[in-house]
Each structure stands twice: as C-alpha cells, then as structure tokens.
C-alpha cells in the first residue's frame, strides 16, 4: 500500500509515525512546503513543495499512490480532496463541500441551525456593510465573540474580556466588515475540551477528550497561541468532565455527520470538535476538519488500531466493523516555542536534541537544512510523556523538556495538579454545584 501525506507541521509528523508503526508495511510518500525532519526520516520518498493540485496530484499519479492522507486544513480549503478522488485515490481529509464545517464559520453555524444540532450559541451572520444590523445585534447580546467568516490573513476569532470590550467589539466588527462577512455569537463562558474522531461519512471512531491550552504564558496569561499542550487522562474524560459530557459531545458529532451527508456528500476524515461545559450545558465552540495540532500528540501515539486499517475503513466506509482502540494512559503535551513566541518569536536558530529520558518528541515548524534543526518562529517542538495518571506523565514531559535545546520557551504548568484542581473548580461552578 503506497500512502500520500500532505502537509509539513507537527500533527503530519505524528501521522507520519502511525503509519510507520503498521504492520501492513506500507510505503509512506509526503508532499510538505519544508522539510520536516522527523517526516522525512520515515518516507521512503519526499516532495518539496507547496501543498497546491498543482504540485501534488501529479506526484500522486506519477508514484502511483494508493490513498492520501490530508493533514492540515489550507489544502482542503484548495479542494485537494476532490482533485485526489476524482483520480481514484481515496481521502483521510474531506471534500470541499463537506469541509466547509472548518473553512466557513457562518456556514457551520447556519448548518447547526437548519438541522437542530444541540450545542449551538445564539449567533447571527452580517454581510459585508451591514454595520448597522451587526452592530444592533451586539448590543442585544451585551457580550460576543466575532469571528470572520471566512479566510482571515491572520485576524481571527475576538471575544469581549479576552480582546476587547462593548466599543471595540463594534470597532473589529465594522472593520471586518468592510471587506467580508461576520458571525457575531454569544460569548460563551465555561471549561473548553477537545473531541476527535475518524469518519467515512456514516460511523465515527472516537478519541479520548482533550484539553488544549491556548494562551501562552503560565497561568492562562498572554496572548492566545495555536496551543501550548494539551492533556487526557487515562479513559475517555478529563478530570472536570462528567461521562454524560463526552456522551453528549459524541451524539452532536454524530448529527453532525449524519446532515452532513443529507446536505452535501459523506464527510470521510477527521471531524474535531471543540465544547465548551458552560451553565447552559454544552455547546460547541467550533469544529475543525482535521486534527488538532496539539491534541492529535495526545491521542496517536496511544491508538492501537493500525491506522492503515483505519484508512481502508475510512475509504470502504467500513469503520463500523472496526474496533478503533487507544491505549488507557494519561498523556501530557508540552510544546517547545521560540523565545518572544507569539508576538516577537526569534527565528531560524538552532533546535538541538538531548536526552528526553522517556519522552517522545515530535517536529513541529522547524525545518532542516544540511542536517541542522532550524525554528521558524512558530512552535517548534511538541514533547508529550504517557503514563498511569496524568501527573506521572507530566513528569515525563517536563523532564524531556529539559532535553530540548535552543532559544525555546515552554509553560511549566500543562498538566500539574494545581492547574487541573483550577479547571474542576471551574467547571463545578459552571454546573452551580
Ligand atoms: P479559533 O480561532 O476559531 O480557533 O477560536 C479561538 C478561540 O476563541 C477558541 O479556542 C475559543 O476559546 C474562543 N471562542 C470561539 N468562539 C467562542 C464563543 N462563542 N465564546 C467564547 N469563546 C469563543
Ligand atoms: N489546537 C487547536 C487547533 O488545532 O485548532
């Protein structure tokens, strides 16, 4: 079996070693922007280049590629699922069509609407120059999150307290208004976690929960980043969740799915989802059309199902007769960032790889030039320890920390208990017990 990765980052990395880990013997191929070290050291062969139609439907033909594997979100958004498909060479990324969950928010708010799917916020979508109807409508809803609709060249989701409050909730809105539509949603308040899961467009194979956290600083301060680590314990939830939690973020995935195929075609890829246990009960913050870069670290390395049997599952749309199976440990996820990471980052100096003890690492945006290591400014590398419980595996992590070397920053506090004990006091006090 000839398999095709795209994509350069992290999350292509711990993919990359999935696959490698088959027992079916596969032959692993990847298309990635710059080389990814760890990637690259498991391919039998590489393309450099951009993760266009252009560059990779050629390579797929010409190596003769059995089924690809889609790992970040921008070559979806260029309909690369389409393109491989409609060549015969089945997907683990969705369609245009049905990936329109990740790449318009409006679209994905207004899908949960039209079907009923429990968990959506109170929301209204504006088209560009409704200045006045957006701005009406924050003023009813008192505090909002906005979100552009579509891409956003580096200006993203903005929620009052964290970025702004009444008056430059308007002031973003208008400016995104000027050139493009905008959803403006209720700001939800409570404990986030992530879910994620393997679709063929009628079965979803579940992962264990996650949480993510976002900001860059210890103590949930600073600027929000793509995701300083992340944590699962050893099961399904998370020590702030209830099992009716993960139960209930499981059924709206399943509607998810279930309408999206009513709608515009079988969803076939990684459905991600992000809760919030607010109050009001559990509502989605979004979804994504791919894995979470940190919280696929959390959850791969632990699945004991090949995942080559997964892909063959996903492109017969067999994965009803697949038992997808991780292994109960706790894992804890520490990334690595440049010094000044996520506003001032250095950039192109030299990451080095010491003794991680019982760690296991992988490459994030780094590239490798005449075998030397070389950040980018974005996370660099993602170190995660699994064990019995989530305190032991922060251990692990924190000491593989300690090997990395180079001008990097981590936060210390991912995964201890002091941090944890904060997220179940929270979420206690959301459900008013
Ligand atoms: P995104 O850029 O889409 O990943 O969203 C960034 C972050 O914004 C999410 O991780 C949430 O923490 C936050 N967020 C998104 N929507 C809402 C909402 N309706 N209420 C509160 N926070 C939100
Ligand atoms: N860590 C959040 C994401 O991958 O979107």
């Known amino acids: 079996m000839k398999i095709l990765l795209i994509g350069s980052g992290g999350r292509e990395h711990v993919i990359a070693e999935a696959i490698a880990r088959s027992r079916r013997d596969p032959e692993l ?6 080389k990814n070290p760890g990637t690259a050291g498991l391919c039998k062969e590489f393309l450099i280049a951009d993760e266009s139609v252009d560059s990779v439907l050629p390579y797929a033909r ?20 389409d ?12 369609r245009l069509a049905p990936a329109q ?3 318009d928010k409006a679209w994905a708010r207004m899908f949960m609407r039209r ?35 579509g891409l956003t060249g580096g200006k993203g989701v903005k929620v009052m307290g964290d970025h702004f409050e009444i008056k430059g909730a308007k002031e973003y809105t208008s400016e995104l208004l000027r050139t493009g539509s905008v959803v403006i949603e209720e700001n939800l308040k409570g404990e986030e976690f992530t879910v994620q ?22 103590g949930d301060k600073g600027p929000n980043t793509g995701g300083m680590g992340s944590y699962t314990d050893a099961g399904n939830i998370l020590p702030f969740m209830r099992e009716a939690d993960y139960e209930e973020a ?5 509607d998810t799915i279930k309408s999206i195929k009513e709608d515009v075609g079988a969803y076939k890829g990684i459905l991600y989802g992000q809760f919030m246990i607010t109050a009001k009960g559990i509502k989605v913050i ?40 991780f292994t109960r440990l706790a894992t804890v996820c520490k990334y690595a960032v440049p010094a000044g990471y996520p506003e001032n980052p250095v950039k192109d100096t030299v990451v080095e790889i010491g003794d991680i003890g019982d760690a296991t690492f992988f490459y994030s945006s780094v590239y490798e030039q005449d075998g030397v290591v070389y950040t980018t400014g974005s996370r660099a590398i993602a170190v995660v320890g699994a064990s019995q419980t989530i305190a032991e595996a922060e251990k692990i992590a924190s000491h593989g920390l300690a090997g990395i070397h180079g001008d990097l920053v981590a936060r210390s506090d991912i995964g201890t208990a002091a941090l944890i004990d904060k997220r179940i006091r929270h979420a206690a006090e959301m459900r008013g017990s």
């Open 83 to 94: 393109a491989l498909e409609d060549e015969g060479i089945p997907c683990l990324g969705p």
């Open 250 to 254: 499981k059924a709206i995935m399943r």
């Open 197 to 218: 899961a393997f679709s063929d467009g009628k079965t979803l194979a579940f992962a264990p929960a996650v949480q993510d956290h976002k900001r860059a600083y210890d």
């Open 62 to 81: 010409s190596k003769g590629i059995d089924v690809a594997v889609i790992g970040p979100e921008a070559p979806l958004a260029l309909g690369l699922a």
């Open 101 to 103: 969950i990740e790449l």
């Open 115 to 149: 079907h009923g799917i429990s968990g959506c916020p109170a929301f209204e979508v504006f088209e560009a120059g409704d200045f006045e109807g957006a701005h009406a409508f924050i003023e009813k809803l008192g505090d909002v999150a906005v979100k552009p609709t």
């Open 286 to 325: 979004e979804f994504n059309a791919r894995f979470g870069d940190p919280e696929v670290m959390n959850i791969l390395p632990l699945l004991r199902t090949d995942f080559v049997d997964i892909l063959s599952a996903v492109a017969d749309e067999t994965l009803f007769d697949l038992n997808v199976e």
């Open 29 to 34: 191929y990847a298309v990635m922007s710059r």
